[in-house]
């Protein structure tokens, strides 16, 4: 049996689904707790004045777990549960960590107005690192909610994006701001 970075490896490109994880609760809650370090790693270095962020940040969790497994109970496939949800924090942490290096180079991007004189090559070159890896990960989520669902790429997508949405609107109604994700 290939290993779990192997696994991984290939459902970042792709090539396998959830179904390929092991069915390991403690791995799960390992990759939850994992997810929740890099989610709050990463809202500190965007929101670095505001505090207890924890909360929102174990809530934005919670919500995006919350919804998958209530898509997968709709549609009589919550026995894939583990498997998806290990595939999806696992794929989060991995683009969250990616991403981390960037976010102090595109923050002055996101306060005032940048001018094109005012932008960095280095600024701009991440800011565009910034969204192909956000692309990509859109795509990779959709991938996986298509092998745990049994349909197209294209519902599994805005299956995907119905979740995260769903969550944000959530987040912003608890905690006045999407702090979570």
Do not use: C
């Amino acid at each position: 049996m290939p290993s779990l970075p192997a696994i991984l490896r290939d459902i970042l490109f792709l090539r396998r689904g959830p179904q390929d994880l092991p069915y390991s609760v403690a791995l799960l809650v390992i990759a939850g707790l994992a997810s929740i370090a890099v989610s709050y790693w990463a809202t500190s270095l965007v929101l670095p004045d505001q505090s207890d962020l924890l909360p929102g940040v174990v809530v934005g969790a919670l919500l995006h777990l919350g919804f998958l497994y209530l898509l997968l109970n709709a549609l009589q496939r919550q026995e894939r549960f583990v498997q998806t949800a290990l595939a999806k924090l696992l794929v989060d942490v991995l683009f969250t960590a990616v991403v981390l290096p960037l976010l102090p180079m595109i923050e002055p991007l996101r306060h005032g107005n940048p001018t094109p004189e005012s932008v960095s090559a280095s600024a701009a070159f991440a800011s565009l690192l910034f969204i192909a890896f956000g692309i990509w990960r859109i795509v990779v989520d959709a991938h996986v909610l298509r092998h745990a669902l049994e349909v197209r790429l294209l519902p599994a997508l805005l299956l995907n994006i119905s979740i995260v949405f769903a969550s944000q609107i959530v987040l912003v109604a608890l905690f006045g701001s999407a702090e979570g994700n």
